[in-house]
Structure formats: structure tokens, C-alpha cells
């Protein structure tokens, strides 16, 4: 068992910049790809970014692309996502999630566990 908080969300205007943390339980974080996905109210669930098990590989979606940076600490049991140039449609509930069984994915059913979630509104 995996257990996930997010922090980190918060209210913003256009252009600014918010980083999320999702802190995880367990002895063996280093073995875990992980990932962000992002829910806005009366859409479906998108990928955000992945990062592989030692953070050498990571995938964006092309939204995020050149603003959002993921990285992880594996002795801190954390992964990060830094949020820069944010835009109105980034306004969205995100969640930090665990794949136990794939390296990486971009794909929301490869994630075994999730976090509660972290709101992120940007204002314009």
C-alpha cells in the first residue's frame, strides 16, 4: 500500500508560478514511476507529466510543455512539479499518482495508487 498527499495548490494570476509536492509512503519510492494528471470541473482526467523510477525520463503533455518541470527526490520520498507561465486552463484539480507496475505512462490506468488531490486555480 501507497499512500500520496499533494500540497502545494493555491490561487494564482495568469503568468505566475505555483510548485506542487507529492510526498509518498513506503521503503521502495525509488521503484515507482510516477506521474501528474490534472482534473477540470466537467472534463475527464488528463496526463500531465511522467517521470520514470530514477527521474532520468520524463514525458510531458504538449499543454505543459516548457512550462511545467517534474522532478523527484528519492531519499525525500518526494516528487515535485513546478509550474511556471500558468494559464486559465491550467485551473484544475491535480493529482500525483504510482505505477508499480510500468516504468513510466502517460496513461491513466497504468497508476496503481493516488493522492487525494491539490486544487490550482489561475485567475486572469
Known amino acids: 500500500q501507497v499512500q500520496l498527499v499533494e500540497s502545494g495548490g493555491g490561487l494564482v494570476q495568469v503568468g505566475g508560478s505555483l510548485k506542487l509536492s507529492c510526498a509518498a509512503s513506503?521503503?521502495?519510492?525509488?521503484?515507482?514511476?510516477m506521474g501528474w494528471f490534472r482534473q477540470a470541473p466537467g472534463k475527464e482526467r488528463e496526463f500531465v507529466v511522467a517521470i520514470s523510477r530514477s527521474g532520468g525520463d520524463t514525458y510531458y503533455a504538449d499543454s505543459v510543455k516548457g512550462r511545467f518541470t517534474i522532478s523527484r527526490d528519492n531519499a525525500k520520498n518526494t516528487m515535485y512539479l513546478q509550474m511556471n507561465s500558468l494559464k486559465p486552463e491550467d485551473t484544475a484539480e491535480y493529482y500525483c499518482?504510482?505505477?508499480?507496475?510500468?516504468?513510466?505512462?502517460?496513461?491513466?490506468?497504468?497508476?496503481?495508487?493516488w493522492g487525494q488531490g491539490t486544487q490550482v486555480t489561475v485567475s486572469s
Open positions: 499518482a504510482v505505477s508499480t507496475r510500468y516504468l513510466s505512462s502517460t496513461v491513466a490506468s497504468a497508476y496503481d495508487y
Open positions: 513506503g521503503r521502495t519510492f525509488s521503484t515507482y514511476a
